[in-house]
C-alpha cells in the first residue's frame, strides 16, 4: 500500500476499511474454524484434566493424573511410536516412489498421460476401498501368497499375520494410496522446469546425477513442501487403514497408532477423560511437527 | 546403441503403472464376474461379463443407492461451493496481511490439518447442539467448513503469492472496492487453485463417513460411503457385490476429478513451480 | 469478469439446496396405521440378517402394535454396541436396540428394565441381570462348539467325535499325521475377536465348569488371572498353536474368510457359534459337518453359552412403555422367530416355541448337543461373551482378542497372557 501519499484522516479511514475487510474476508472463515473445529479442541482439552467416562458418572477434574498416567502407559507409547514409524515410511514412500515415477512420465505422450491418471485413481478412493482391496491381496491365503506359492515359495511371509510385519504392511497401503498425489504435483514441478537450465547444466559438462543434484532437485522445492506436509498429514491421521488390516493387531498393539489408540480407549474402553489427554499430546506433537517441517521447508524455499 | 534406450523409458513406466494398477484391476475385473468366477480365478478377465452385480447394488429394495447418492451429491456440492468460495477469501486475506496476528491465524489453521476427525467429534456435536444445528443438513455443512478450511486456505494463500500485487492495486485506483476486485480481478486468476480445493474436499467429503453418520444422524445420514461400510458387513465373502458398491461409489467422483484435472495441478503447485 | 454472476447463482443455488435441507432416505419406515409415536430401532446386517429380513420383521411387529411408527437405523458395521456408544455420546440414542451387550449402558441407567411379568414367557428369564435387574430380553441361546469334517476325520481314522481333551489331542495328532491341518481358527483384521473361540472353550472346561462365578470373582478381586486354573486354559491353546495343531493363517483371516477356509476343507475342525449350523445347512459344504462339544479332560460336559440377545429400550425413549410393547411383540412373534432360527440358528428361549420342521441336519445336531449338555447341567457362561454383573469390564474383549493373537504367533506364554490380562483389568477399571 502506498502510505506515503496518506495524510492522517486518510489513514484511518484505510484502517476502518482495513476493518471492513477483515470483517468480509477473514472473519467468516476464522468464526466457522474457531467454533467448529478450536472450541472442539479446547473442549476435549477441558476433559483430558477429568476422569470423564459417560458410562461412570460424576466426572471429576483429575487435574494432571491422565497425562502422568499416559508417560507410563506402554501402549500409548507404542502407538507413538508406530504412528512416527507410519508417517516416515509414507513420507519416504511417497516422496521418493513419487519422484521417481514422476521423471518417468515426464514426458509428452498419449501413454504417459494415461499412467498419470492411472497412479493418481488411488488418490479418490476411500481408505476403507482401499484397505479392503489389498486386504485381499495380503492375507495369508490371498492372492500374493498364493502366487508366491506358485513360485515355489513354500512359506511366504505373513504380510498381516506376522507381528514384526504387519505396521510395514499398513504403511505401504497408506503410501501406495498416496503415490499418486505426489506423481502428480511433482511431475507439475519438472515442467515448471525451464529447459534451458538443464542445457546450460549440460553444457558446463555435468553428467545426469549432477544435473538433477544442482538443477532439478533444487527447483522442485515448493513440490516437496507440498508432499511431505500432504504425506505427515497422511501418516499421523491414519486409522482406517489400520482398523480394516489390522484392527491394532496382530497381537496387543502392534499396529495400533495414535488415531487408533484415542477412538479405542475412548468409545470401545468408555475413557473420555484419558482419551482426551491422548488427544491432547497428539495435538501438541502435530503442531509441533507442522510448525518444524513447514519453517525448514519454506526456508529451503527461499534459499533456492 | 540408441534404440534400447528409447525403449527403456515407455516400457519401465507401463510395467510400473501395471504394476501399481493390479489391484484396482483386481476390483474392476471382479464386479462382473459371478460368485464361483471369483474364488476360482481371482486374476481372470471376466468372460461372459456379468452385470448381476451392479444390477444387485442398483436394484436393492431399501434403495441405499441410490439414497446415498442424492445425499452425497447434495452434502459434497454445497459443502466444496462454501469452502471454495470462504477459504479463497481468508487465504488471500492472510496471505496479503503481514500482521503478527495473521501468522498465528496461519499456524492455527495448520495444525487444524491434522487433526483426525474422530477425535474432536463427540465436542463438536455439542457445540452444534447449541447452536441447534445438529442433525441438519446445514450442521454437517459448517462442521465440514470448519474442519476443511485449512486446506483450502492453505492452497489459496500459497497461490496468491503467484499473483502480482499491482494487479489489485490498479483495479482499486480504479476505484473498486476489496470486495469487487477480489471477486472480478483476484478470484478468477485463481481458478487453477480453485479446481484443487473443489477436487479435494470433493474427494474428501465425498469419502467421509463418520461425520454424516452421526451429525445428520442414523436415520438421514446415509451416503454412499455409508452404504460401502454397510455393504462390506452384509456381504462379507461375497466380493462381487462389495466390489460393485465400491465401483459404483468412486465412480461419480472419479468422473468429477477427471473433468477438472488439467486444472488443479497448477492450482497446488501454483507459479512456484515455474521457478 | 464474467465468472461473477455464474459464481452469483451457483451460490444462490448452493443456498437453494441448503435450504430445502432434506436428505433421501429418511422416510425409510414401516408404519402401522394411524402412527401416533415414532420410534427408532438399531439393527445390523450380516450376510444373514439381511436388509430385507430386518424389513419384513419390522413390518410384522408393527401389524400387531397400532400406533407405532418405526424408523429402522442400520449399524455401518456388526459392531452395533460401539455405534450405539457413539450415538449416545452424540446424544441420539435410539429408542430400541437388538443384541447391544447392555454392559455400561444397563449401570448408567440408559435402559428400561424388564418386569417380571414382561418376562412371563422367557425360559431363563434371569440369564443376565444388572444388580438383579434385566435390561435384555433373554430370547435365544447361543452357544460354542467345534464344528468338524467328517471326511477328514474319517480320513484320518478318527471314527467318534473326541469325549475327553486327551481324545482331541489324539484326533489332532491324527489329522496332523495323515497331512490335514486339525483347527481352523480366524480373527485377522478388524475380526479380531474370531480368534477368541478355542479359548473360550477351554476357559469352560478349565475354570468356569470348577467355578462358575469366575468373573465376578475376579471383579471382587479374590481370584487373578495368573491364578493356575486360568492360565491352565490359556497353555491349552498355547499348546495347540505350538504343536502346529492352529494354523497361523488363520491370524490373517477375516471372519468371513475363516468360514471360507473351513468350508474350502483347509483344516477339520472348526470351533465356531452355534450360528455356523444355519450356514452349514443353507449352503452345504462339499463334506458332511459334524458338531462336538469341545471336551473336558475327564468327559463331563462344560459347554460355554450365553442367553440373551434380545431387545433393550431406552429409559429416554419418547414412550417406553410402547416402546417395550413394540419390542415385545417383534422378539415373540413366531414368524420372526423362525425367521431368525433360520437366519441364525438360534436356540430359542421362549416357552412354547418349537422351530421349523424343515430345519436341516447341522442345526438339529447342534440343539440335541446343546439340550444333552443341559441335561447334564453342563452349560457354563462363555468367556468374552458373556453379559449381565459378571461379565468383562468395557473393552478387555477386544484386549483379550488381541492378547490370544499373541497367545497363538507364539509371542507370549499363558503365563505371560495371564499377567497382560490382569494389566489390562486394572486399566479398564480405572
Same mark, same amino acid.
Given at each position: 500500500m502506498d502510505l506515503k501519499r496518506s495524510p492522517r484522516s486518510l489513514r484511518r479511514a484505510r484502517s476502518r476499511d482495513g476493518l471492513t475487510r477483515f470483517a468480509v474476508f477473514a472473519a467468516p472463515g476464522l468464526l466457522v474454524y474457531l467454533a467448529l473445529v478450536l472450541v472442539p479442541i479446547g473442549i476435549t482439552t477441558a476433559y483430558s484434566f477429568t476422569n470423564k467416562n459417560p458410562f461412570n458418572p460424576p466426572t471429576h477434574w483429575v487435574g494432571l493424573d491422565n497425562l502422568t498416567s499416559l508417560v507410563s502407559d506402554d501402549e500409548f507409547r507404542k502407538a507413538l511410536w508406530n504412528t512416527i514409524i507410519i508417517t516416515g515410511i509414507v513420507t519416504i514412500v511417497t516422496n521418493a516412489g513419487g519422484l521417481a515415477i514422476a521423471m518417468l512420465l515426464d514426458r509428452r505422450g498419449w501413454l504417459y498421460n494415461m499412467l498419470r491418471s492411472v497412479f493418481f !485413481?488411488? !488418490?479418490?478412493?476411500s481408505a476403507v476401498v482401499v484397505s479392503v482391496i489389498w486386504q485381499t491381496i495380503l492375507v495369508d491365503d490371498g492372492l500374493l501368497n498364493s502366487k508366491l506359492r506358485q513360485l515355489g515359495m513354500s512359506d511366504p511371509p505373513g504380510w498381516l499375520s506376522n507381528p514384526d510385519l504387519a505396521l510395514y504392511t499398513v504403511s505401504w497401503v497408506i503410501a501406495w494410496q498416496g503415490i499418486g498425489f505426489c506423481v502428480v504435483i511433482y511431475l507439475a514441478g519438472l515442467q515448471g522446469i525451464p529447459q534451458e537450465l538443464h542445457e546450460a547444466a549440460a553444457i558446463d559438462g555435468c553428467g545426469p546425477m549432477m544435473r538433477f543434484r544442482h538443477v532439478t532437485w533444487p527447483m522442485l522445492a515448493p513440490a516437496v513442501t507440498i508432499n511431505t506436509v500432504m504425506s505427515l498429514i497422511g501418516g499421523f491421521k491414519a486409522y482406517d487403514q489400520v482398523q480394516v488390516l489390522t484392527n491394532g493387531g496382530p497381537g496387543p498393539g502392534t499396529t495400533s497408532t495414535l488415531a487408533f489408540q484415542v477412538v479405542q480407549t475412548a468409545?470401545?474402553?468408555?475413557?473420555v477423560g484419558y482419551a482426551s489427554a491422548m488427544a491432547v499430546v497428539m495435538l501438541v506433537l502435530v503442531a509441533a511437527v507442522s510448525v518444524i517441517a513447514l519453517g525448514l521447508l519454506q526456508k529451503r524455499e527461499v534459499s533456492s | 546403441m540408441n534404440k534400447p534406450r528409447v525403449w527403456l523409458r515407455p516400457a519401465s513406466a507401463l510395467l510400473a503403472g501395471l504394476v501399481f494398477f493390479l489391484p484396482i484391476y483386481l476390483v474392476l475385473v471382479n464386479v462382473f464376474k459371478d460368485g464361483s468366477a471369483i474364488v476360482s480365478n481371482p486374476v481372470g478377465v471376466p468372460i461372459p461379463p456379468t452385470l448381476d452385480n451392479i444390477q444387485g447394488v442398483l436394484s436393492r429394495p431399501d434403495h441405499l443407492f441410490w439414497y446415498g447418492l442424492v445425499n452425497s451429491t447434495e452434502v459434497t456440492a454445497i459443502s466444496i461451493i462454501i469452502i471454495t468460495v470462504i477459504s479463497a477469501m481468508l487465504g488471500h486475506f492472510l496471505a496479503r496481511s503481514t500482521g503478527v496476528l495473521a501468522k498465528v491465524a496461519m499456524v492455527a489453521l495448520l495444525c487444524g490439518l491434522m487433526v483426525p476427525p474422530a477425535v474432536i467429534l463427540t465436542p463438536l456435536t455439542d457445540v452444534l447442539r447449541a447452536l441447534g444445528l445438529m442433525s441438519t443438513v446445514p450442521g454437517l455443512i459448517l462442521a465440514y467448513v470448519g474442519y476443511y478450511m485449512p486446506f483450502g486456505v492453505f492452497v489459496f494463500a500459497g497461490f496468491v503469492k503467484t499473483i502480482p500485487r499491482e494487479l489489485e492495486e490498479a483495479a482499486a485506483i480504479d476505484g473498486a472496492g476489496a470486495f469487487r476486485v477480489f471477486w472480478q480481478v483476484v478470484f478468477p486468476l485463481m481458478r487453477p487453485a480453485s479446481a484443487s480445493v473443489l477436487i479435494f474436499l470433493g474427494v474428501w467429503i465425498w469419502n467421509d463417513f463418520l461425520n454424516p453418520l452421526i451429525i445428520l444422524g442414523p436415520a438421514a445420514g446415509t451416503t454412499v460411503t455409508v452404504g460401502i461400510y454397510r455393504s462390506i458387513g452384509e456381504h462379507q465373502a461375497d466380493f462381487g457385490s462389495v466390489f460393485a458398491f465400491m465401483f459404483l461409489a468412486t465412480l461419480p467422483i472419479l468422473v468429477f476429478y477427471l473433468a477438472f484435472q488439467k486444472q488443479f495441478v497448477k492450482g497446488l503447485t501454483g507459479g512456484a513451480t515455474k521457478g | 469478469m464474467t465468472r461473477n454472476p455464474r459464481l452469483l447463482s451457483t451460490v444462490a443455488l448452493a443456498g437453494a439446496l441448503l435450504l430445502a435441507g432434506c436428505t433421501a432416505g429418511s422416510t425409510d419406515t414401516s408404519t402401522s396405521k394411524g402412527g401416533k409415536a415414532t420410534l427408532t430401532f438399531l439393527t445390523f446386517e450380516t450376510p444373514n440378517l439381511d436388509a430385507k429380513y430386518w424389513d419384513a420383521a419390522i413390518a410384522r411387529a408393527s401389524a400387531k402394535v397400532p400406533g407405532v411408527t418405526v424408523k429402522k437405523l442400520v449399524s455401518p458395521s456388526a459392531d452395533r454396541t460401539g455405534y450405539a456408544k457413539q450415538l449416545d455420546s452424540t446424544g441420539q440414542f435410539p429408542d430400541i436396540m437388538i443384541g447391544l451387550n447392555p454392559a455400561g449402558f444397563a449401570e448408567a441407567g440408559k435402559l428400561a428394565e424388564w418386569s417380571d411379568e414382561d418376562l412371563e414367557n422367557y425360559i431363563d428369564p434371569r440369564a443376565n441381570t444388572y444388580d438383579g435387574k434385566?435390561?435384555?430380553?433373554?430370547y435365544a441361546t447361543q452357544a460354542t462348539f467345534v464344528y468338524y469334517n467328517k471326511n477328514d476325520f474319517a480320513k484320518a481314522g478318527i471314527d467318534t467325535p473326541p469325549r475327553t481333551y486327551k481324545e482331541l489331542l489324539d484326533a489332532s495328532a491324527k489329522l496332523k499325521a495323515k497331512g490335514i491341518n486339525p483347527f481352523v481358527v480366524g480373527g485377522g483384521g478388524k475380526d479380531s475377536w474370531a480368534d477368541m473361540f478355542p479359548l473360550i472353550c477351554t476357559v469352560a472346561t478349565d475354570v468356569y465348569k470348577e467355578t462358575p462365578d469366575w468373573l465376578a470373582q475376579r471383579r471382587a478381586g479374590k481370584?487373578?488371572?495368573?491364578d493356575p486354573a486360568f492360565v491352565a486354559a490359556a497353555q491349552k491353546v498355547a499348546d495347540l498353536a505350538e504343536k502346529g495343531y492352529i494354523d497361523r493363517a488363520g491370524l490373517s483371516r477375516s471372519y468371513a474368510d475363516t468360514e471360507q477356509a473351513f468350508r474350502d476343507g483347509k483344516g477339520a475342525m472348526y470351533p465356531m457359534g452355534s450360528w455356523f449350523s444355519a450356514s452349514a445347512d443353507a449352503k452345504k459344504p462339499s463334506f458332511e459337518t459334524g458338531v462336538f462339544a469341545w471336551p473336558t479332560d475327564h468327559g463331563s460336559p462344560a459347554l460355554p453359552g450365553v442367553t440373551g440377545g434380545g431387545m433393550t429400550v431406552s429409559s429416554?425413549?419418547?414412550?417406553v412403555d410402547l416402546a417395550k410393547k413394540w419390542a415385545k411383540a417383534f422378539m415373540e412373534d413366531e414368524k420372526n422367530l423362525n425367521a431368525a432360527v433360520k437366519a441364525d440358528a438360534l436356540i430359542i428361549a421362549i416357552k412354547g416355541y418349537t422351530p421349523p420342521d424343515n430345519m436341516g441336519p447341522v442345526y438339529e445336531e447342534t440343539v440335541a448337543a446343546y439340550r444333552r449338555a443341559q441335561s447334564a447341567d453342563g452349560v457354563v457362561n462363555s468367556f468374552s461373551q458373556e453379559t449381565g454383573d459378571g461379565s468383562l469390564p468395557p473393552g478387555l474383549a477386544d484386549k483379550a482378542a488381541a492378547g490370544v493373537q499373541k497367545l497363538l504367533s507364539g509371542g507370549m506364554t499363558a503365563s505371560e497372557f495371564g499377567a497382560y490380562m490382569d494389566s489390562q483389568w486394572t486399566k479398564a477399571t480405572r
Open positions: !485413481v488411488p !488418490v479418490v478412493l468409545f470401545n474402553g468408555n475413557h | - | 434385566v435390561y435384555q430380553l433373554p481370584v487373578k488371572f495368573t429416554k425413549a419418547s414412550d
